[in-house]
């Protein structure tokens, strides 16, 4: 009961109410997601159970993807569809308009993260403020676009144009944050109607599995059917192969010594010979050096 389920999440649940459900259909307490979705977003949702929680920690950089649903012609409270909506006097956007400003968001940006975000300004969560009529005073961050294409355009509502994007981003992009300040640039208001990650790090929506799928084949205690290997998406991490008297010696935490010549440096994944992930350590001076460790002297 060690890996991890990627969801493809649909619109209404929470990121913890998918990982809720999967610890109560597995009976295994140490389960955690890869990156909050917001309940009106759909997507890619990798959940981590059992020793693959420890590894979250090592994806938490991963670069997303999303496809994104932008609705001109109105500002948003929440900066999304779940806001309450102020209809904007200026003047409709066009496709070549809007295809002109994005370029002003590909590339390293300063994006504010919106008021309802769960950022902390001192010491409480920025949507807990603004439920409270509250403005919280966030400060920019840098994140960084690495991709962002108009895939279609719809302007069927002459005053209320749409458009679809899709967007590569860094960790910690608000994809609401890019939409209102697209709007802003445009000077016609803007918000997000809709969004799927279609990406996570290597997670991808073909690796995804629907909720009512992933919720009969768990009832059925076949969670192995659905699970990638723990240490998925860490290959560029050298693998170091290690016989039964080193599993050992990793149990105890002990260090395990080896040739420099053939020692990889830094961060490595440590497999037994059957190539199961045993652990992960630092390789430096000849030595490899324990930090996460998932076998026991009685295992």
């Not at 920690?57 to 999304?80: C, Q």
């Not at 968001?105 to 509250?134: C, M, N, T």
């Not at 960084?144 to 069927?156: A, E, G, H, P, S």
């Amino acid at each position: 009961m060690d890996g991890i389920l990627v969801v493809a999440k649909q619109p209404g649940p929470t990121s913890h109410d998918i990982v809720a459900l999967v610890r109560r259909l597995t009976g295994v307490r140490r389960v955690g997601h890869g990156g909050t979705l917001d309940p009106f977003a759909a997507g890619v949702l990798p959940v981590f159970i059992g020793h693959a929680t420890r590894l979250v920690e090592y994806h938490l950089k991963d670069d997303k993807e999303y496809r994104a649903l932008v609705s001109f012609g109105a500002r948003s409270t929440t900066d999304d569809l779940d806001g309450e909506l102020t209809p904007s006097d200026g003047p409709a956007p066009t496709r070549a308009t809007v295809e002109t400003a994005l370029a002003s968001f590909r590339g390293e940006i300063e994006q504010i993260p919106p008021d309802y975000s769960a950022v902390r300004v001192a010491g409480r969560k920025a949507y807990e403020l603004a439920r409270h009529g509250e403005k919280p005073e966030l400060r920019p961050r840098r994140v960084t676009i690495l991709r962002l294409d108009m895939t279609d355009w719809d302007d069927q509502d002459p005053s209320r144009p749409v458009t679809t994007l899709e967007v590569r981003c860094s960790a910690g992009t608000y994809i609401r944050a890019l939409a209102r300040d697209l709007g802003e640039t445009l000077g016609t208001g803007a918000y997000l109607a809709a969004l799927s990650r279609t990406a996570s790090g290597p997670f991808t929506l073909d690796q995804a599995h629907r909720l009512d799928d992933v919720r009969a084949t768990l009832a059925d205690g076949r969670a192995a059917d659905l699970m990638l290997p723990m240490d998925t998406g860490l290959e560029s991490y050298p693998v170091v192969t290690v016989g039964e008297a080193d599993l050992a010696s990793l149990a105890r935490g002990q260090q395990l010594r080896r040739g420099r010549d053939a020692q990889p440096e830094g961060l490595v994944r440590v497999v037994d010979e059957t190539g199961r992930l045993v652990a992960i350590a630092r390789a430096e001076a000849g030595l490899i050096k324990p930090e996460k460790v998932f076998v026991s002297v009685a295992g």
